[in-house]
C-alpha cells in the first residue's frame, strides 16, 4: 500500500474557480468518489476565502489526473429544507440500480444533520431530503439492497466536548425501505480508547469483495495534549448479514506523515471519502484489483492512495 507519488493531486492554488466567490480558494478536500463515463468523478468540498463550502465535479480518464468543472453543484430542492442550511460537505457517493446516490452532512441551525441527493449525470443534481433530525455525520450507503431494505454505515454525534464540534465513537449499521426514513439495526464497533481510534466514523462506501464487505473508517486519536490525529482503519463484514463484524484492523494503514498531511487548515489528517476498483466482475472487486483511494489531507488537499483489495484484507488481519 502506498501513496501516489505526485500527491497531491488536487490543489486549492489549481482550483480553476469562477470569481469572486470561488476565486483564489483556501482548500479543496474530502472528496466522494465514483466510477464513471469510463473514468473517475469526484465530487469536491471546497472552501473559499468566507470559509463558505461549495461541491464542485471533477473528471478523470485515468483516476489520477483531474479536470474540475469550475461550476459549483447546485442541488434542486433544497429550498424546501426545513432549516438554513451553513455547509454541506463530506459527499459520499454510492451507485445504485440506475442512479449515484449522495450521502451529505449538512450543518444548520438545528444543528449537524444528514441527507440525501441524486444525480444520473453529474451535471443535475437533486436533494432528496434529511435523512432524520439526529446529530449525526458520515452516513455511507451500501451498493445494493438486502431484501428490499437499503443499508448504510453512520456515525451518530453523542459526544459533547469542550470547544469542538459534536462528534461520536460509535459506527453503527441503519436499515431503511425507503432511503429517508432509517432505524438502527446495531451498533458496529466503538473507538478503542488511549488508542488510535478513540473517536470513529465511516470513511467510504462498503465495496464487495469474495470475503466480506470491506469499508475504510476514519479514528482520531486525542490523547496528545496538542493536536487530535486522523488516521484511516480498516474493516470487513459478513456479505449476507453486514451486522456481522469479521474483522476490524487493529493498526491505521494510513496516518498523517508527509508535508501536506501535516500541514493545512486543520493539520495531522488523513480523512478516506471515496474510493475505485479497477478490476470488479458481478459488482465484485477482484483480489487483485487495485484500488483508488481519495482522500483529504489537512482539510487542505485531494490525496490518492494506492492498495490492493488483497492488501486491504491482509490489513484488517495483521496483529489480530
Ligand atoms: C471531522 C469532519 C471532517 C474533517 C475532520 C478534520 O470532524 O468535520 O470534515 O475533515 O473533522 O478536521
Same mark, same amino acid.
Given at each position: 500500500m502506498k501513496r501516489f507519488?505526485?500527491?497531491?493531486?488536487?490543489s486549492p492554488r489549481e482550483l480553476p474557480g469562477? /470569481? /469572486?466567490?470561488?476565486?483564489?480558494?483556501s482548500s479543496v478536500f474530502n472528496p466522494g468518489a465514483v466510477r464513471f463515463n469510463n473514468g473517475v468523478t469526484l465530487l469536491l468540498r471546497v472552501q473559499n476565502r468566507g470559509r463558505e463550502t461549495f461541491l464542485l465535479t471533477a473528471h478523470g480518464d485515468d483516476g489520477f489526473h483531474f479536470q474540475v468543472n469550475p461550476e459549483p453543484v447546485v442541488f434542486r430542492g433544497?429550498?424546501?429544507?426545513?432549516h438554513l442550511p451553513y455547509h454541506i460537505y463530506d459527499p459520499r457517493i454510492t451507485p445504485l440500480a440506475d442512479r449515484f446516490l449522495i450521502t451529505l452532512a449538512l450543518d444548520t441551525d438545528a444543528g449537524c444533520l444528514t441527507g440525501l441527493a441524486e444525480t444520473r449525470d453529474f451535471e443535475t443534481f437533486r436533494?432528496? !431530503?434529511?435523512? !432524520? +433530525? %439526529? %446529530?449525526?455525520?458520515n452516513a455511507v450507503l451500501f451498493p445494493r439492497t438486502f431484501d428490499g431494505a437499503y443499508l448504510r454505515l453512520d456515525r451518530p454525534n453523542t459526544l459533547r466536548r469542550a470547544d469542538a464540534p459534536p462528534t461520536g465513537d460509535t459506527i453503527r449499521l441503519s436499515r431503511s425501505y425507503d432511503l429517508l426514513t432509517w432505524e438502527p439495526v446495531g451498533d458496529l464497533f466503538k473507538g478503542r480508547p488511549r488508542?488510535? +481510534? %478513540?473517536l470513529i466514523g465511516p470513511g467510504t462506501p462498503p465495496l464487495r469483495t469474495e470475503r466480506g464487505w470491506l469499508f475504510l473508517y476514519h479514528g482520531v486519536a486525542?490523547?496528545?495534549?496538542s493536536s487530535n490525529i486522523y488516521q484511516a482503519g480498516v474493516a470487513l463484514l459478513d456479505l +449476507? +448479514? /453486514?451486522?456481522?463484524?469479521i474483522v476490524r484492523g487493529r493498526y491505521n494503514i494510513l496516518e498523517p506523515r508527509e508535508t501536506y498531511e501535516l500541514t493545512g487548515?486543520? /493539520?495531522n489528517v488523513v480523512f478516506p471519502t471515496g474510493w475505485v476498483a479497477e478490476d470488479e466482475s458481478d459488482a465484485t472487486a477482484l483480489p487483485e484489483s487495485r484500488v483508488l483511494i481519495y482522500y483529504g489531507a489537512a482539510d487542505t488537499h485531494v490525496c490518492l492512495f494506492l492498495a490492493t483489495v488483497n492488501e486491504l484484507i491482509e490489513a484488517c488481519y495483521a496483529g489480530n
Open positions: 507519488v505526485n500527491n497531491p493531486i488536487l469562477a /470569481p /469572486p466567490r470561488l476565486a483564489d480558494v433544497l429550498d424546501r429544507l426545513p436533494f432528496l !431530503g434529511l435523512t !432524520g +433530525d %439526529e %446529530e449525526c455525520r488508542y488510535w +481510534d %478513540e486525542t490523547h496528545f495534549g +449476507d +448479514d /453486514p451486522s456481522k463484524v487548515q486543520v /493539520p
